[in-house]
């Protein structure tokens, strides 16, 4: 079972406020009048989203009873549950949890695991230097059908990056180009899913 393998807390504490940030270039290019206006209106969406509060919790497939009426009393919005619960569960059993949650307004959130399955780490490039493309095909088809669940509110990116063990020569300063082999990815895969669902919540942790 790869979730049980992981030491990751989850929960045991809220996590607090999915955040964004806006990347100011003096160097740009001048806009359009309509892209200014596009931007300004994605300014305040954001702007907007960090002034809201969301409480969320990390669930392991293994919790298979949630309590979504006593978590929505107390004030959590949005949960993340592990993508194990796909291959634990029916589509059926995982539907069932979505609908459940969003009846209590709660969001669910696919936390999917993304070059870490299992030890060994997945690495992005190989010691030669040569991008996982064949991984990252697999992958991206991987969430792509989580894009396709129905009342899915996100896919959060999990371990989207190197193990960071210098010992095995698994960290982005051993690796050139690995960095961007990474964002190739992020690249591949977000613009898949936006295909099939354009409205999804896409979030990552390192």
């Given at each position: 079972?790869?979730?049980?393998?992981?030491?990751?807390?989850?929960?045991?504490?809220?996590?607090?406020?999915?955040?964004?940030?806006?990347?100011?270039?003096?160097?740009?290019?001048?806009?359009?009048?309509?892209?200014?206006?596009?931007?300004?209106?994605?300014?305040?969406?954001?702007?907007?989203?960090?002034?809201?509060?969301?409480?969320?919790?990390?669930?392991?497939?293994?919790?298979?009873?949630?309590?979504?009426?006593?978590?929505?009393?107390?004030?959590?919005?949005?949960?993340l549950l592990n993508y194990?619960?796909?291959?634990?569960?029916?589509?059926?059993?995982?539907?069932?949890?979505?609908?459940?949650?969003?009846?209590?307004?709660?969001?669910?959130?696919?936390?999917?695991?993304?070059?870490?399955?299992?030890?060994?780490?997945?690495?992005?490039?190989?010691?030669?230097?040569?991008?996982?493309?064949?991984?990252?095909?697999?992958?991206?088809?991987?969430?792509?059908?989580?894009?396709?669940?129905?009342?899915?509110?996100?896919?959060?990116?999990?371990?989207?990056?190197?193990?960071?063990?210098?010992?095995?020569?698994?960290?982005?300063?051993?690796?050139?180009?690995?960095?961007?082999?990474?964002?190739?990815?992020?690249?591949?895969?977000?613009?898949?899913?936006?295909?099939?669902?354009?409205?999804?919540?896409?979030?990552?942790?390192?």
């Amino acid at each position: 079972n790869n979730e049980d393998s992981q030491c990751v807390n989850n929960d045991e504490e809220a996590y607090d406020n999915f955040s964004c940030s806006i990347n100011e270039d003096e160097n740009e290019s001048i806009i359009t009048e309509n892209e200014e206006t596009v931007l300004s209106e994605n300014e305040d969406a954001i702007f907007n989203e960090l002034n809201s509060t969301h409480y969320a919790y990390w669930t392991w497939s293994s919790d298979n009873y949630t309590d979504f009426p006593e978590l929505s009393k107390r004030g959590v919005t949005d949960i993340l549950l592990n993508y194990y619960a796909f291959k634990r569960f029916s589509p059926e059993y995982v539907d069932a949890y979505i609908a459940g949650a969003r009846e209590q307004g709660i969001n669910v959130h696919i936390w999917a695991q993304i070059f870490y399955k299992e030890d060994p780490w997945i690495r992005p490039i190989d010691r030669q230097g040569n991008v996982n493309y064949k991984f990252f095909d697999e992958k991206t088809a991987e969430l792509e059908y989580y894009a396709s669940v129905k009342g899915l509110a996100g896919i959060h990116y999990d371990y989207l990056r190197f193990s960071g063990s210098e010992k095995y020569d698994n960290t982005a300063w051993q690796n050139p180009g690995g960095k961007e082999a990474i964002t190739y990815f992020v690249k591949q895969s977000t613009e898949a899913i936006r295909k099939i669902n354009p409205d999804l919540i896409i979030s990552a942790a390192l």
